[in-house]
């Protein structure tokens, strides 16, 4: 069966007009999944990184206590602390400026202990580690804190 | 009475050889992560890797081949390329892994970071490759492995709720981060399944020259060693869960937290046993992956092999091995970081599974091989199923943690 040349065009420009259509919708589709991954994945990373430094702050704890009763080497607690104390560092660096303080200003602090704990582990310093033990407390409460109501507002 | 022996010194050796760097890392994350949600997931692989395990043995006993020489044989070197370059890979990713742990293990002894033990380690192990004999790796390291029982003591002393771990037996939906839960279950598989483990009983099988008299055996060996085995990881995942998550230490993202699993429960001893058993099971599993790099490649290329011949008999077989343990040792002496290394290998091994998984089952059902002692059909749901779902997990969830999802 032959067409005739203007019946093709309208037919051809049909196509085109539904496959431009379709590849609108495609690219919307797509942006709005990439918003919503985007918009999840700001409010994950706050979660992320509270868990990361309480987790650090509180395997410090326990580090520091070991050693307070001479239940771990010194060598291994100085090295754990310099080595979290490097990471929470590189996530704090990493921090987007849209992060919340309530997340940031408590893991700076935690980093901030984390490196005064070394110094006083390696100086053999058992009240300076007390010192340190009680601010971190504080800090995983202030991190605590958010990390409850951030669950309860479910945001 | 001989036999009961030789059942008895495979179950020990089982469950000596069963937990490593990967089951230790994999169970110790999900446990500070998640509870003792994921237990379902180690509950799986030691099904699974019961069922492999036994086949395998079953294989060898019956046919007199290896998996990878059956493969050969019954599908050609075209379509063993394929299983072979993607477990070549993993392998020395876990390879990798492993001479990690090893020098973790070192680093906690020592102070001297672990980066510097690589070569040792990887020197040590050729060594024992090179001048030591199968039954040395099989019954003397895996036997010492046994050190790894004390998760087990842990779990009980910490009194976890016993119902509640039961339960996790069936698997659950997570409550928060969906991607790193379903991600956490892949690698938790991935490590209980490694192709290593199978691979390597097979040409195990082979070395100690099993015939089909030894098809009850290796059942008793496979059902009651990967139980017990699966017993140990099961323990690690609890003492995580008791040790780290009740403590509100719920990511493990450096490998220095590790220790803390046993200080906890057991003091300084704990620290030692923690060093201790991770020394011991990952320095075995890393003369084993090495091994099996050349099991891989004399089987393949049908070049002579066997761990009891000295090198010169064997010159393709050792260096194979070699090489594996030259390439393993690079990237820990390069300072890549042991722990985040391991996990991606377990979720590779889950991804690679099928790979090799799915021509082993074709084997295990094909008369010419097996005869008598095909597979029936419980078998083959049980290894396809577990390996599929690896599979899927561990293609979904892998890009997934590699972008950043939680």
Redesign the interface.
């Not at chain 1, 009763?69 to 080497?73: A, C, I, Q, R, S």
């Not at chain 2, 403590?247 to 450096?254: A, P």
């Given at each position: 069966m032959q067409h005739s040349s203007g019946q093709r065009d309208g037919a051809t420009s049909k196509r085109i007009e539904r496959d431009d259509a379709v590849k609108t919708r495609a690219v919307a589709a797509a942006l709005a999944v990439t918003m919503a991954c985007t918009a999840c994945?700001s409010s994950?990373?706050e979660?992320?990184d509270a868990?990361?430094a309480?987790?650090?702050a509180?395997?410090a704890s326990?580090?520091l206590d070991?050693w307070m009763?001479?239940?771990?080497?010194r060598?291994?607690v100085k090295?754990?602390l310099e080595?979290?104390g490097e990471?929470l560092g590189k996530r704090i660096d990493k921090l987007p400026g849209s992060i919340s303080s309530s997340v940031s200003a408590p893991m700076k602090d935690i980093a901030h202990d984390l490196d005064t704990a070394r110094h006083a582990v390696d100086a053999g310093d058992k009240a300076r580690v007390e010192l340190v033990l009680s601010r971190l407390r504080k800090s995983?409460a202030a991190l605590?804190a958010w990390k409850q109501t951030h669950r309860e507002s479910g945001s | 009475m001989k036999k009961l022996l030789e059942i008895s010194l495979g179950v020990v050796t089982s469950i000596g050889g069963f937990l490593e760097m990967g089951e230790m890392s994999t169970a110790a994350q999900a446990g500070?992560a998640f509870n003792v949600q994921l237990v379902w997931a180690v509950v799986l692989g030691t099904i699974c890797v019961a069922f492999l395990v036994e086949m395998a043995g079953r294989f060898s006993a019956v046919s007199g081949h290896t998996i990878i020489d059956g493969i050969r044989d019954r599908f050609g070197i075209k379509v063993l390329a394929w299983p072979l370059v993607t477990t070549v890979l993993v392998s020395l990713l876990v390879l990798s892994a492993e001479i990690g742990g090893v020098s973790i293990a070192l680093?906690?002894a020592?102070?001297i970071?672990y980066r510097w033990w690589a070569v040792p380690v990887a020197v040590a192990s050729w060594l024992f490759l090179w001048r030591g004999t199968f039954g040395m790796l099989e019954k003397g390291v895996t036997s010492l492995g046994l050190i790894t029982l004390c998760f087990v003591v842990a779990a009980f002393r910490l009194q976890p709720d016993w119902a509640q771990v039961a339960a996790s037996a069936i698997p659950s939906k997570p409550h928060?981060q969906a991607a790193t839960y379903w991600f956490m279950a892949a690698s938790i598989l991935g490590a209980s399944l490694s192709p290593t483990l199978f691979l390597f009983y097979s040409s195990g099988a082979i070395e100690d020259r099993w015939d089909r008299s030894y098809i009850g055996a290796n059942r008793a060996i496979a059902a009651l060693g990967m139980t017990f085995g699966g017993v140990i990881s099961a323990a690690v995942l609890v003492v995580a869960a008791q040790s780290m998550h009740a403590?509100?230490?719920?990511?493990?993202?450096?490998f220095?937290?590790l220790?803390?699993l046993l200080?906890?429960t057991f003091?300084?001893w704990g620290?030692a046993l923690f060093a201790a058993s991770l020394a011991i099971a990952s320095f075995g599993a890393a003369v084993e992956v090495a091994l099996l790099q050349g099991y891989l490649f004399a089987q393949s290329f049908g070049w002579n092999w066997g761990q009891d011949c000295p090198p010169r008999a064997n010159p393709g077989f050792s260096l194979a091995y070699t090489c594996a343990l030259v390439i393993g040792a690079i990237p820990i002496a390069a300072g890549a970081d042991p722990l985040k290394l391991t996990i991606l290998s377990m979720a590779l091994t889950a991804v690679n599974l099928p790979l090799m998984v799915v021509p082993f089952i074709v084997l295990m059902n094909d008369e010419h091989y097996m005869g008598e002692h095909r597979n029936g059909p419980v078998s083959n749901a049980a290894v396809l199923g577990i390996t599929g779902l690896a599979f899927v997990l561990g293609v979904v969830t892998l890009p997934l943690q590699i972008i950043?999802?939680?």
């Open positions: 994945s994950d990373e979660q992320t868990r990361i309480l987790s650090f509180r395997s326990m580090w070991g009763n001479d239940g771990v080497p060598a291994y090295r754990s080595s979290t990471a995983t605590d | 500070a680093e906690f020592t102070g970071t928060t403590h509100g230490i719920e990511s493990i993202e450096d220095h937290q220790p803390l200080i906890d003091g300084m620290f950043g999802g939680t």
